[in-house]
């Protein structure tokens, strides 16, 4: 199962995008609101979540976590103490953490891009401590991947399927997702 957190202020394409191509390509996803089950996004769309960080536990069939970025989202994702846990879970247990737009910064500062490659959202390098910063849209190192913002959600949603399910099915999913 991955795990989607959603804090007030989150980007809504960033969340959206990856939770339904992952959705297509038959894998669980869980939505997880911080503070209540329903979130407003940063453009003011509420999205009615499958639980909230009140009721949250690890799941057993833990695969992926996903943060996505906005603002002020981020920020309200790493005052969570459910999504800091969440996020020391992962790590300690080797599950891969996907985090675009602004929401890397949340890694930097916790230290876990200590030595990876990653990317984000320009103006927010400096908080990926330890990180070498590339100039991509989506950066894949480990058990990590970074994206650099809205305009990439489908690209960092297909690295996602990529990542929990193989090469082959990004590539049908996108085709499918094209006209021609």
Do not use: W
Request: charged fraction near 25%; include cysteine; charge should be negative.
């Amino acid at each position: 199962m991955v795990v989607c957190f959603l804090a007030n202020g989150f980007e809504e394409i960033e969340a959206l995008t990856p939770i339904d191509c992952l959705r297509r390509c038959g894998i669980d996803v869980l939505t997880v609101g911080v503070g209540s089950s329903v979130i407003n996004g940063s453009h003011h769309i509420p999205v009615v979540c499958d639980t909230d960080t009140d009721s949250f536990e690890i799941p057993d069939n833990f695969e992926m976590l996903i943060l996505p970025g906005g603002m002020p989202g981020t920020l309200n994702l790493e005052k969570s103490d459910v999504v800091q846990y969440a996020i020391d879970y992962c790590t300690s247990n080797n599950i891969p953490i996907a985090a675009i737009c602004a929401a890397p910064l949340i890694l930097g500062h916790k230290e876990v891009l200590e030595g990876k490659r990653a990317t984000c959202y320009p103006g927010f390098e400096k908080d990926l401590i330890g990180a070498e910063v590339l100039d991509e849209n989506v950066v894949a190192d480990g058990d990590i991947i970074t994206a650099c913002g809205m305009g990439a959600a489908l690209d960092f949603s297909l690295a996602l399927v990529e990542k929990l399910v193989s090469k082959k099915r990004a590539d049908e999913l996108l085709k499918s997702l094209k006209r021609k």
